[in-house]
């Protein structure tokens, strides 16, 4: 018999455990593990974690397998671990269904299920009896599925398979705006069963998709067909999500110990080391405690105040569960293998020692990890009340093989038997490590020689698009065309990747395709997609944005990045190269911009430094000629590559008609663009309908229609069903009380889809009656109008004629006139208009065709879920009956049609608010500070304030504001949009016609609300030049602003949660903030806020609304100062800012100040006001700075001290304190 070295021996006793606690419950069919000996469900995510210990055995067995026996047992581990995966694997492919419906619906209903029985691997319970949707399952699977491959692993056998896979990959692509039920399958913490946006799963999504990006699932025996494709800007997007979220975990869990697999061992999938360490820290500091870690705060699971009776509890009694929350030990196993990977031995030895204290040992000697640790029914409340001092029980399985699996992986690991090399042959441990500066490449292509020359008198040298043959340059849209046909299999009835954006990571590559190489030029600058790349100075601006995200999104991507940029006619400014293009080509050949290294040189240059990506996938395998193109893939490349840059039809370049012929029809037509206008601007309500009708009680809450309940059909099983494409045609899916005013219930004319590519939801056009009484003529024939747009050269003109078309008979209407051969529909003829008032800037013409013809921004979702991530709500359309309020992340496509039919006919202000939207997530994204104390960005009423802005800089009235506001360039809609947030004024050059957004220095307001109180300063303004104290009009704008905002002081929610509780209510525009919210909700919560917001967004007028809060924080000083110990009863806050009101005009009377010219007279009586003040309040008023003897603030102070005269000490001086 031969002898075991030492090592050899304790492998073998690790051995022993592994199978006596592991793989002796594997099933010999299907080769998954059953939850428990009487459960056969089957969980992926438990179930890949219960083979890690598997996998890391093997390989250390297989380092010291110089032995048959050894060899032997290396073996049958490994093909445990390989019938695992394929047992998972085979269970989801019989739901292949579902994986190709969920990329096209994000919907719960279809997606994968998270559990299969264990001996048939077929599904355990139907889809609406559990929250299936886990992303960070599916994601894991497919991180493991990449180590194990990349480890020598052959688990992937067949073409077939690889095509799944691949789906499964664009099956999780999206989970930065995909709310699922999360790691712990509960979703929001109350388990009511919605789902929610979840740190983890993004964080685990992230990892997989990098894992899986140009993998060869067939290992070193595989070819170009097995390999896998990842569009590296999805990832990406994951990573700015992710790292916007931590250490949150989600809305209502605001941290969460699963929070560990993402930052360390097995995802490590956070790039930033602080992030890291502060998430660790963190969680550490609020949940670890003697046996663990709690998964969340307020955590009831198990806990001994749980009735096992009840699905879900109600939010107010999730506060019995504090402090007493069940503790894991699963979190010291994930802890252990977090300080192994960090190689910190001495954290490792603390850990495993606290571990091993909390461990269960078997009559066998062997030490079991158990599931969690409760506290005893009869300690609860000495624990609630002295946290950490009673000794707990476990609870639940015994061994938790999720845990011990871990657990046996960080003995191994400690031990010395694997390195973390081999648990990661994908070195994904290396991602948060310092990377060399990345250096951008750039190439700038002339579209023909008269540009080239052009450039050469700025001693600019570049190369024409066709000089740079053989290698060809296309737009973006051409290679988003192509990885279409990626992962397409007819077998099993996959349709490969969705037609959707390509970012700029995915087109700063070269690309190969049966010996050709492509460049493509990024999608920001390409026109025909959206119109903001017809505006140089926006797309200047963009180029040094996207130039700085290479430098710090390329660090784990192969070569160098590469932009190509073309410059072509549309670019031109009068037939002059714009100075601001090159002032920035200047910059970009002097080798720095923007804190980027960068190099300009020649397309060939670069061929050896870029990052080439081989297009095999759109060869003919399934027909057995992989070395072929997919005939469907060579016809499209013969029939569009040639024409990307050019324009199909000349129509409205050929004026034959005689003049004057149908002057009758084409006044009948004229202004029919104007007509589709919403944009209201009044100078007191800013367009708000009346003082008693309040926004809100217009406000759809707009959640996923998947979401969205109907009282006799319950929740919607998906959204192909008949209510959603009601809802499609604009009819309501919820009980509410009332409906928006948008006139889309019938449809007017056969409508086409929306988006040229992809839309298949229809928006609906419709004309109240009178308007299409004003425009149908019956008696004209259509070929008068066809023949109108042949003669006139007016492009505003042509535009009315086109809308009157498409309000008529649809944009699939033909014309009956032949360009080419081919019949021109009025969909061909909106395409000519919107690239002729491109070229020649007519940006309100440009904003509405494009909304016509379905036109998208980049990046929608991505812009939506920037801003719905740091817990900013958003609504669209305009107040106050109009508004739709987005809570959670949406798909494109749901989301244009939502934001279509919140404007119903105005596409204009429908592409602005998708524009806007864009301009507000780069904003967030770099100066977070100035949505500081903002809950809801309400994108109607910006809009509205915009306009107004206008009106007041240019002294003009509200509808010719809206002309100019359509009107004014993306760049310059940007300028103002940074205005209107920061507070800053503005002045309004004209150059051309054009209108120039300037700051004016001299009267710089600060960024936050104006309400400041005593010892604080409000961040942000510190530095701000002091404003003109007497400037008319500047507290009356600035009111506005704040209010339309919904901007508030700092602390102000939590301090209105003070004052709630010390009386019996609050009561605002008639409704009313009951006491009991202090018992439901802490004073920090976000829903606290939402509540308080709500109520204040039932004032329709800004500045009313802005004293409201301001007389609320009169009422937080005395809690605060605790001048009494009770507010008493029920408290109207009007009253308080009215009675203000009322002293303030007889102080004015008495010292015969400015008010006496209006609102102060001596037969005043509180009606209504001469100077026309929202809801009754003098303008001057408004209009007075909050400090001061004469300041808002001193009037609400006396006003309260009026109101409660009753309940003030009396013996005791009271000071103001504001100041």
Known sequence: MRTRSNSGVRLDYYQRIVHKLILDHQ????????????????????????????WGLSMAFKKIADQDEDRAKTYELEQSCVKLMRGLLMAMMQQKEKVEKFKSTQNPLDSLHAKYSSITGRIVVTDTEWGHLQIDAISLYLLVLAQMTASGLQIVFSLDEVAFIQNLVFYIESAYCTPDYGIWERGDKTNHGLPELNASSIGMAKAALEAMNELDLFGARGGPSSVIHVLADEAQKCQAVLQSMLPRESNSKELDSGLLSIISYPAFAVDDPSLIAKTRETIVTKLQGKYGCKRFLRDGHKTPREDPNRLYYEPWELRMFENIECEWPLFFCYLIMDYCFQGDKNSVSEYMQKLEMIMIRKDEGMKLVPELYSVPADKAHLEQSDPGSQERIPLGRCPFIWAQSLYILGKLLQEGFLAVGELDPLNRRLCSEKKPDVVVQIVILAEDSEIRDKLMEYDLHVQTIHEVAPIEVQPARVLSHLYTYLGRNKKLGLSGRKSRDVGILSTSKLYSLNDRIFAFTPQFSDMKRFYIASDYELMVDMLKSEIYFLKSSWQNLLGRPLIVLTLNQMNLDHGKIPMAMITTMKKLKSGYINGTRVTLGNLGDFLSTSAITNLSFLGSQEDGYPDKLNPQVQSYLEEHLLKSFSTKFNFLSKPTAPRGRTLRRRMSVRGAIKKTRSINVDSETLGMEGENVGPQQGILERKPSWLEVDPMFGRSPSPEDPKRRAFSKGTSTT??????????????????????????????????????????????????????????????????????????????????????????????????????????KLWGLVRHSAGMLGKRVEDLAKAVTDLLVRQKQITVGMPPNNEYTITAPLPENELRQ??????????????????????????IRTEPQLFLEMLRLRVGLIIQVMATELSRTLSCDGEEASEHLLNLSPFEMKNLLYHILSGKEFAINSGRGNFSIVSNKSTRYGKKSQIVLEGQTLQGIEDAPTVEPDRQGQWLRRRRLD???????????????????????????????????????????????????????SIPQPEYRQLVVEALMVLTLIVEYKTIDNLGGTITVEHLVHKANQIFLEDQMRCNGDATLCCAKPEWGGGGQVCGGAAGVCQLLYDSAPSGSYGTMTYLARSVATLLADRMPHDTPIECTIT
């Open 735 to 840: 009980s509410l009380a009332v409906t928006p005013t948008i006139a889309i219930t019938k449809e007017s004319s056969p409508s086409p889809p929306k988006d040229e590519a992809t839309n298949k939801n229809v928006v609906v056009r419709n004309r109240t009656a009178s308007e299409n009484q004003n425009l149908v003529y019956a008696e004209q024939e259509t070929d008068e109008l066809i023949g109108m747009l042949r003669e006139t050269e007016s492009l505003d003109e042509q535009g009315d004629i086109l809308q009157y078309l498409v309000d008529t008979h649809g944009l699939d209407f033909g014309t009956g006139v032949l360009e080419n051969g081919k019949s021109v529909t009025v969909k061909d003829l909106l395409k000519i208009l919107y690239e002729k008032a491109c070229s020649q």
């Open 1043 to 1097: 209010g339309a905002l919904n901007r508030v002081p700092r602390d102000f929610y939590p301090r209105v949660w003070g004052v709630l509780e010390k009386c019996q209510g609050l009561v605002i525009q008639g409704k009313t903030l009951q006491p009991n919210l202090t018992q439901e909700m802490t004073p920090g919560e976000l829903k606290f806020a939402l509540a308080v917001e709500t109520v204040l967004n």
């Open 898 to 923: 939502l934001i279509h039919c919140a404007y119903g006919d105005d596409e204009s202000t429908a592409m602005l608010t998708q524009e806007l939207l864009v301009y507000l997530a780069m904003f």
């Open 27 to 54: 099933q010999p069919v299907t080769g998954l593990f059953p939850a428990s000996p009487h459960n056969d469900h089957a969980w992926i995510r438990d179930n890949l974690y219960c083979i890690l210990a598997v």
